[in-house]
């Protein structure tokens, strides 16, 4: 079964960092283009970051870019999120999201990781 | 940036309703517009992909129209379990946007 399973959600202080991290299984992990994608509570979703599947492109939303860090470990079928800097307007659920091949949509998404800054 | 906004913003309808939701982009993404469902504290769920084409899995009620700027995910007959937040999104240009929502509701 094709799975993506996130954890490192936490509470944590604003101008603090977090590393979020998310388990792939039942696919080829490094052939696919990976990505994360948030939503504050009770709002809609916004992509946040991106990465191709040999991690040589990463694409970051204005939001975010110059303090988070997407990467992956194709060796370990895991993607991940380092996030510093840390603001309030960050507070969301953290969901990672496979890529298709071809015309790209996000055909696998992960439960989420909820990631409070307060 | 490409805005997406969507309308309505939500809606009430009963089962065996026929239900049309509308995309619209700010610039052209020829087809390249892709449909969500979410229910509540779900993930997101792929039901159309590059404007027409059903996610395999995904009923045959729910199907897909349009290009450039102007898109519609139609729900042919409204069944109980399709009561969520639907979203588009763009994938003709980064950084990828969504559309704001639209919730179906229970009339």
């Known amino acids: 079964e094709v799975q993506l399973l996130e954890s490192g959600g936490d509470f944590v202080q604003p101008g603090g960092s977090l590393r979020l991290s998310c388990a792939a299984s039942?696919?080829?992990?490094?052939?696919?283009?990976m990505n994360w994608a948030r939503q504050a509570p009770g709002k809609g979703l916004e992509w946040v970051s991106g990465?191709?599947?040999?991690?040589?492109?990463?694409y970051y939303a204005d939001s975010v870019k110059g303090r988070f860090i997407i990467s992956r470990d194709n060796s370990k079928n895991t993607l991940y999120l380092q996030m510093n800097s840390l603001r309030a307007e960050d507070t969301a659920v953290y969901y990672c999201?496979?890529?298709?091949?071809?015309?790209?949509?996000?055909?696998?998404w992960g439960q989420g990781t909820m990631v409070t800054v307060s | 940036d490409i805005q997406m906004t969507q309308s309505p913003s939500s809606l009430s309808a009963s089962v065996g309703d026929r239900v049309t939701i509308t995309c619209r982009a700010s610039?052209?993404?020829?087809?390249?517009l892709n449909w969500y469902q979410q229910k509540p504290g779900k993930a997101p769920k792929l039901l159309i992909y590059v404007a027409s084409t059903l996610q395999s899995g995904v009923p045959s009620r729910f199907s897909g129209s349009g290009s450039g700027t102007d898109f519609t995910l139609t729900i042919s007959s409204l069944q109980p379990e399709d009561f969520a937040t639907y979203y588009c999104q763009q994938s003709y240009s980064l950084p990828w946007t969504f559309g704001q929502g639209t919730k179906v509701e229970i009339k």
């Open positions: 999201a496979k890529s298709r091949l071809g015309p790209d949509a996000f055909d696998i």
């Open positions: 039942g696919f080829t992990f490094s052939t696919y283009a």
């Open positions: 990465i191709s599947g040999n991690g040589v492109s990463t």
């Open positions: 610039q052209s993404t020829s087809r390249h």
